[in-house]
């Protein structure tokens, strides 16, 4: 076997259902090497001190809402596998629920604030801040740290939920809370659906200027 899967990966690789696996698992009897790292099973040796690096190699994953948990564990395995991969020892893996938006993410700040974590690991930018995350990672390299990221193409899953937020926060400042996520609802309607100003009352429309004939 070459590199390292997560359980269910090498399950479906190899031809057995994952409740098969797990219970193989849990009885010690699977004929390959196993470890964990948080909730998820790897199936291959452990990398550890590979690098050669100072201090601890740690997974972070997000997700924006308690619906999106399951999400979780997926970004969990995809992200280790690829730090794993690459010949880095993961020494543990942080999830958190949270808006990309929130910088005040507990778990999030105590990543950026603990000296031993030498390296981050993500999927992708967004999962780690929405808005500035170049002004973090450039913080972390400052102190002979680094961000990883696996893919470095933005997603969008969560874009609309973001700028509803954002909208959110503006539409309070103008009209107050009580008003805010209903404007603020109606303006990210008319983004997606196309919708015309006019439909929308409350955002302000430019009047057009009329033309005189044969001008």
């Known amino acids: 076997m070459v590199g390292v899967v997560n359980l269910k990966g090498w399950a479906a690789a190899t031809g057995i259902s994952y409740a098969t696996a797990r219970r193989r698992y849990e009885s010690g009897t699977l004929p390959v090497p196993t470890y964990r ?5 790897l199936v291959g040796e452990p990398v550890t001190g590979v690098t050669g690096d100072a201090g601890q190699t740690v997974v ?3 997700v924006s809402s308690a619906d999106q948990k399951p999400d979780l564990d997926r970004q969990v395995a995809r992200v280790t596998v690829w730090a794993t991969g690459r010949q880095l020892g993961v020494d543990r893996v942080v999830t958190e629920v949270g808006s990309a938006l ?22 992708h930018r967004d999962r780690f801040a929405r808005f500035g ?16 990221v696996v893919d470095p193409a933005e997603v969008d899953d969560d874009l609309v ?13 103008l009209y107050g809370r009580r008003a805010a996520a209903n404007r603020a609802r109606r303006a990210v309607e008319a983004a997606t ?9 409350g955002v302000p429309v430019r009047p057009r200027p009329h033309r005189r004939a044969g001008t």
Request: glycine share 6%.
């Open 102 to 123: 929130n910088g005040h993410r507990e778990k999030f700040l105590a990543l950026l604030r603990d000296p031993s974590v030498s390296t981050i690991v993500v999927e």
């Open 133 to 148: 995350a170049e002004y973090v990672e450039a913080a972390l390299t400052a102190q002979g740290r680094r961000l990883l």
């Open 60 to 62: 972070y994953t997000r």
């Open 37 to 41: 790292i948080g909730r998820l099973i």
């Open 193 to 201: 659906e196309d919708g015309a100003p006019e439909d929308y009352p």
């Open 161 to 173: 939920h973001d700028v509803s937020e954002i909208l959110t926060s503006l539409c309070a400042r």
